[in-house]
């Protein structure tokens, strides 16, 4: 058996449950862990929702507290006395080192903890996930007339995240990254390419993005708030191109557009302490756009 462990916001549960999907079209024995959500206390519980089981169409189990202690919780020691009667000594967890790690698809018996945002994990199967992540029915009536109109013009999503972004480490991870010049180049290459775009702009600092982009051909999206924020999401996933944010939430918006000519923009780094290497990135993130903070196209 492999336990995921599940962490984050919307966009990264959605990474987690993606290579959960991966391992069992390798005929792996695969389980969720959300013990962040429901078990979890202080420093270990997760401050975000669990909005994995608000969308409909996902196939998955959900492990045990009593496997959670057998895999992963080596502080306590009926844990301890079982896994070392199973298993010996050994660390069973496997801690995501934030590349690529695909020796992780011949392992069994372990318990995978990381993010696991890398596209090529999941390439393969992106037609599946498309199919199996649906999100619930909105009751707001400007949702589909949204999506009406998208599917019927050369519609593109501007994403901007700023406010959370600004805290972490003083702004110092993450700020600095999705600069006015990335997005004047992701809308001059659009523009390029795609007769009359439409940019639908979306944004958790929507005051900050109406002043940044005026020009008439962007629609401000501004009513999904609060827990029907993942529709924001559902809306990205309808337009035809993508211009995202270093945010999951708005890649995964992309990766779920299902039109075949579609463009999907990302930056080139998602945070200011990785150590990004562009042929690696062109590798695993093969069909992208990439672009960096100068508004430099790789």
């Keep these: 058996m492999i336990i995921i462990h599940v962490m984050g916001g919307l966009g990264n549960q959605l990474y987690q449950y993606a290579l959960s999907e991966k391992l069992k079209s390798l005929g792996k024995e695969v389980k969720l862990d959300f013990y962040a959500y429901k078990h979890a206390q202080g420093e270990e519980k997760e401050w975000r929702e669990l909005e994995l089981e608000r969308l409909e169409g996902l196939d998955y189990e959900e ?10 919780d080596s502080g306590m020691r009926l844990a301890d006395r079982i896994r070392r009667k199973l298993f010996g000594r050994r ?4 801690t995501e080192n934030g590349g690529y790690m695909p020796e992780i698809f011949d392992m069994d018996d372990v318990y995978l903890y ?4 890398c596209e090529k994990y999941y390439e393969d199967i992106i037609p599946l996930l498309q199919q199996k992540i649906r999100f619930p029915q909105s009751g707001n009536p400007q949702n589909a007339a949204a999506i009406e109109a998208m599917e019927n013009e050369q519609s593109v999503s501007i994403h901007i995240r700023r406010k959370d972004y600004l805290t972490v480490a003083g702004g110092k991870r993450y700020m600095g990254i ?9 809308i001059e290459y659009i523009k390029k390419r795609v007769s009359n775009p439409v940019f639908y702009l979306f944004s958790d600092d929507m005051e900050y993005a109406k002043e940044h982009f005026k020009d008439e051909d962007m629609r401000i999206v501004d009513w999904n708030g609060g827990s029907e924020s993942l529709h924001d999401m559902e809306l990205m996933s309808h337009c035809r191109y993508n211009i995202c944010a270093n945010s ?3 890649i995964w918006g992309a990766r779920l557009n299902k039109n075949p000519r579609k463009i999907t923009i990302r930056p080139l780094h998602h945070d200011n302490y990785e150590n990004t290497d562009v042929s690696l990135m062109r590798e695993q993130w093969k069909n992208w756009i990439l672009i960096d903070a100068d508004g430099s196209i790789y």
């Design 248 to 250: 999951t939430f708005s």
């Design 114 to 117: 990381g993010f696991w945002g």
């Design 63 to 72: 492990c045990t507290l009593k496997e959670h202690i057998l895999f992963k």
């Design 178 to 186: 999705c600069t006015d010049e990335y997005y004047g180049a992701a």
């Design 91 to 94: 660390d069973r967890t496997i």
